[in-house]
């Protein structure tokens, strides 16, 4: 076998292995977290609906809170008419309901936008992995037909 088909063979397969492997994985962990945070917005849609169906966001409602370690605390909310979002860094913003999902449904489609670019991002870095690999298969392919 050449030397130099051999140590070509192997920068391939350092590079698919160290580089194009670990970015994939980074890109699946970014699509997970987006997607878990769509699926948190469409929750809270959800419970700011059922609010509004029921009135409770004038009545008030009984809950229990975690107050940390699955420590939970009974609590009451006289007026739920308004809810802090987190805007970011941090920050959280008082909206009304309507308000709040306004807010919800552009969060919603930008995070989409994110998920799709995402999804992009992967099948590139897939198709990069499936060429290298073709490359590495005609290389070794010439050295047996040499």
């Not at 169906?53 to 007026?79: C, M, R, S």
């Not at 870095?125 to 040499?146: P, S």
């Amino acid at each position: 076998m050449d030397p130099l088909i051999k140590q070509k063979v192997l920068q391939f397969e350092t590079f698919v292995n160290d580089v194009l492997k670990a970015d994939l994985a980074k890109l699946a962990e970014k699509l997970d977290a987006k997607n878990a945070d769509v699926a948190e917005f469409l929750q809270l849609k959800s419970v700011i609906t059922t609010f509004q169906n029921t009135n409770v966001e004038k009545t008030g409602f009984k809950t229990k809170v975690d107050i940390g370690n699955n420590f939970f605390i009974q609590a009451h909310v006289p007026d739920a008419s308004k809810i802090l979002l987190d805007v970011g860094l941090g920050h959280y913003v008082e909206f009304t309901l309507d308000e709040a999902l306004i807010v919800i449904n552009v969060r919603i489609k930008l995070l989409e936008q994110q998920i799709a670019n995402l999804r992009k991002a992967i099948a590139k870095t897939n198709a990069h992995i499936k060429l290298i690999l073709i490359a590495i298969r005609d290389l070794q392919g010439m050295k047996e037909n040499v």
